[in-house]
């Protein structure tokens, strides 16, 4: 492991020092001052060069400073909200340093909804990500905004077959979602990573992305972990795209009446990743078939009324006839050997449906509210009959030896059946109201939501042991199963919360302070528990010549439970579960600094979270089994930080490092303190990008995770049992691409291609360095009593292409 962590650390140095290289020649050098009428500095602009993967934004003085390519003529873009955009085109000789300063005018467009200031903007603690990236991020799913949220932070995922992740010591269900407003829901029967399929966001159709690891305010819903806020765009020409790749294939299409009343954004995804699970340990038939459609149509009765409609349909469907399956595991005093064969299949299916309904009225400039009407209906079927037969062997390991790598002794051999017959059909309907007051000093924020829920929860599950000539667990007198879980469960219930917050300016003598505060009320009818959460967090931002931002933020964070965290693995119900409680504290800092003539931003922030109530529970892939009928207390403690800018001139690229540990004591077990399953103590991320010099339209995309080992435990074992650590999580994805059609491109289209604006072809090398990471583990009994962890390895090194056509 040391000698593949050195290894890994060199390659990426290497990287980065051939960027750095690189990006030294055939450049210059743009600088400037973005003002208003008035001549004041104008912060947060986005300056971006037309046509090429390269930006920056304006600081609080607005000033900008960009590397751009030399001896070509190219556009300068400068946007920002309540503003006209503003195009400049230019043309500099190599290490040229030109000056250029603008000078913007409002816009006399009327918002669609109140938005904060720019000023005020910047002092919430959401994290604003470019949602460009997700063009450019190599990933093993087709889910590019999630695979963009796990290079941040705080963020860890130790499955690329999954779109789920955990923040700062929480599990997936402690993060919320949100697209357009609209709280989204996942399948709740997903058991592993290659059954998910598409997750709700399709990043062909975002504008905006903004994300928080914790601290989150008030106006944000029940969760312990991070929220995920999710804008889609709202067209204003006819534009679309089309992508096609080994793994699947997408199309969007959006476009605005004539009169410009109303508008039309709509997307179809289609994936199968049977290509990338044909890598796996266990062969078979792979049929994977994952389908969404979505639209999303908006229409301006007048200047102050706006009617939407997001919709959604969505069919995930996995099947899997394995046969073999084949593992090496162990260590070189003891080299094992797995290997199994196995009988009949397994059939799943996800359907779920979204609609939602809203209309936002801003009778002014001042004022927005806004009405939402939404239902969310999920049907879930898992099936599955597999039989199988291990074999468990010791393997050679004398080098001198003809028989090297092969068996020499037998440790065990069992079989196991494995039955399930789930259902599962769960409605959601939502009832919102939501509204904000914009001041010169204020924005205050309010909302009230009432949530009806139907659910109705079947689980037929049952496992079968035969180890070395007997079932397990073993009785004399008649066959035990090993597990078993039958369920019939039926769930209605209503939720209602509301919420309000302020943000304002502080007068303070040197600087410029924010205060946002706001308070959550939620009861639920199911518990009959009512629940007050306040939240705060303050933004300073000192006059300093050097540019600091420092954040403080914290509060009540409570999530009540939904049925999944009322029942215990035995599927049985515990109607007196309360809502879970973490006390959280936040203290962040920014520092954004020049190096090598480009701009950079260092952020850091030290956490601490306090838990009360918490639900214990185990995982396996992407399955969260919860314990009930126990209660714990906990903590989770760590330090995040991250680096981003210009490492080559004019592209963005960033390097992510997280220090964590969370445990919790489980009330009357006697066991005391133990890790949760989510205790990694270190995380390190990067993304990193490139382009070819002198000529852009050859770029190269990095990706790469490390994950410290998590904790683990025999199947069906009681919680203080899960000690055992797994491997840690290493895995790098290399992509390159070719600009075939656009402004980087000498190609000059013909009239089959005079339409398309931009075409790319990609070469993604998923899993560089072909490491096998584990997932989880399948326990095998041996001869002698003992049980056995072989891993469930995820995907190896594949090779994916691509070609995305924009028009």
Not at 142 to 167: D, F, H, R, W
Not at 263 to 282: A, P, Q, V
Not at 544 to 556: I, P
Request: glycine share 8%; net charge neutral.
């Amino acid at each position: 492991m040391r000698g593949l962590g050195t290894s890994l650390l060199l390659l990426l140095l290497i990287l980065l020092a051939a960027g750095q290289l690189l990006a030294q020649s055939n450049n210059a050098t743009v600088f400037g001052r973005v003002t208003d009428n008035n001549g004041q500095a104008i912060d947060l602009v986005n300056v971006s060069l037309k046509g090429f993967p390269i930006g920056t934004v304006t600081n609080k003085k607005g000033e900008y400073l960009l590397r751009i390519p030399a001896r070509r003529q190219v556009t300068l873009v400068f946007s920002i909200v309540g503003y006209e955009t503003m195009q400049q085109e230019l043309k500099a000789g190599e290490e040229q340093r030109l000056e250029l300063n603008i000078s913007l005018q409002e816009s006399t467009e009327q918002l669609d909804e109140v938005k904060v200031t720019r000023h005020r903007r910047a002092q919430s603690n959401m994290t604003r990500i470019d949602p460009s990236f997700t063009n450019n991020l190599p990933h093993a799913t087709s889910n590019g905004v999630e695979a963009l949220i796990k290079t941040l932070p705080g963020v860890s995922s130790n499955n690329e077959l999954s779109s789920q992740y955990s923040v700062r010591g929480g599990n997936f269900d402690e993060n919320l979602v949100y697209v357009n407003d609209i709280e989204i829901y996942r399948p709740f029967l997903v058991r592993s990573g290659q059954q998910e399929g598409l997750s709700f966001i399709n990043a062909d159709l975002v504008s905006s992305i903004e994300f928080s690891a914790g601290g989150f305010d008030a106006k944000y819903g029940d969760k312990m972990a991070s929220v995920l806020d999710i804008s889609y765009r709202h067209p204003t020409a006819f534009n679309g795209s089309a992508s096609a790749s080994l793994l699947g294939g997408s199309v969007h299409v959006e476009d605005v009446s004539k009169n410009e009343r109303l508008s039309f954004l709509g997307g179809l995804r289609y994936k199968t990743n049977s290509y990338l699970l044909n890598s796996l340990d266990e062969t078979g038939e792979y049929d994977p078939k994952f389908t969404d459609m979505q639209v999303y149509l908006t229409y301006q009765f007048s200047d102050h009324l706006e009617v939407s409609f997001l919709g959604n349909l969505a069919r995930n469907q996995y099947h899997f006839i394995p046969q073999t399956r084949e593992t090496a595991f162990g260590t070189w005093q003891q080299p094992l050997r797995a290997k199994i064969y196995f009988d009949g299949q397994e059939k799943d299916r996800f359907d779920t449906q979204l609609g939602a309904l809203a209309a936002n009225f801003h009778p002014n400039n001042q004022l927005n509210i806004k009405l939402i009407a939404s239902a969310f209906h999920t049907r879930e079927e898992v099936n599955y009959d597999i039989l199988g037969q291990y074999y468990l062997n010791e393997l050679e390991r004398d080098l001198a030896s003809e028989a090297f790598g092969d068996s020499v002794l037998n440790l065990g051999v069992g079989s196991f059946l494995n039955h399930a017959r789930n259902k599962l059909d769960a409605r959601v309907f939502n009832l919102e109201h939501k509204g904000a007051w914009n001041t010169e000093k204020h924005l205050l924020n309010w909302g009230v939501k009432v949530q009806l829920e139907k659910i109705h929860d079947q689980l037929n599950e049952w496992e079968l042991r035969d180890s070395t000539g007997y079932s397990l667990p073993y009785s004399e007198q008649e066959v035990l199963l090993y597990r078993t879980v039958f369920t019939n469960n039926r769930m209605n219930s209503t939720r209602a919360s509301a919420h309000i917050q302020d943000t304002y300016a502080l007068p303070v003598t040197n600087g410029d302070l924010y205060l946002t505060a706001g308070l959550r009320a939620h009861y639920w009818d199911y518990s009959n528990e009512w629940l007050v959460s306040p939240r705060a967090s303050v933004s300073y931002y000192p006059g300093w010549e050097k540019q600091f931002v420092f954040r403080l933020s914290g509060g009540s964070y409570q999530q009540p439970a939904f049925f999944k965290e009322l029942k215990d693995r035995d599927g049985n119900i515990y109607t007196n579960v309360k809502a879970q409680k973490s006390a959280q504290v936040l203290l962040g800092a920014d520092y954004l600094f020049q190096a090598w003539d480009r701009p950079f931003k260092l952020s850091s922030e030290l956490y601490y979270k306090h838990f009360s109530r918490l639900v214990p529970y185990q995982v396996e892939n992407v399955q969260i089994r919860y314990l009930a009928n126990q209660q714990a207390t906990g903590y989770a403690a760590g330090f995040d930080v991250k680096v981003n800018g210009e490492f080559v001139s004019g592209i963005q690229s960033w390097a992510s490092v997280s220090l964590l540990q969370t445990k919790e004591n489980i009330i009357g077990d006697g066991h005391g303190w133990i890790p949760r399953p989510t205790d990694q103590w270190l995380n390190i991320s990067l993304f990193f990008q490139d382009y070819f010099p002198g000529n852009p339209s050859w770029k190269m995309h990095l990706a790469a995770f490390y994950g410290s080992r998590l904790p683990t435990g025999p199947p069906n074992s009681e919680r203080y049992q899960d000690i055992f650590r797994m491997p840690p999580y290493r895995r790098i994805d290399l992509g390159i691409s070719k600009v075939l059609i656009g402004s980087n491109s000498h190609f000059k289209p013909q009239s089959l291609f005079t339409h398309i604006n931009d075409m790319w072809l990609s070469l993604e090398v998923l899993n560089l360095l072909g490491i096998n990471n584990t997932v989880s583990y399948f326990w095998a009994s041996s001869n002698y009593g003992d049980l056995y962890a072989v891993p469930n390895y995820l995907t190896d090194r594949k090779l994916n292409l691509s070609l995305t056509v924009k028009f």
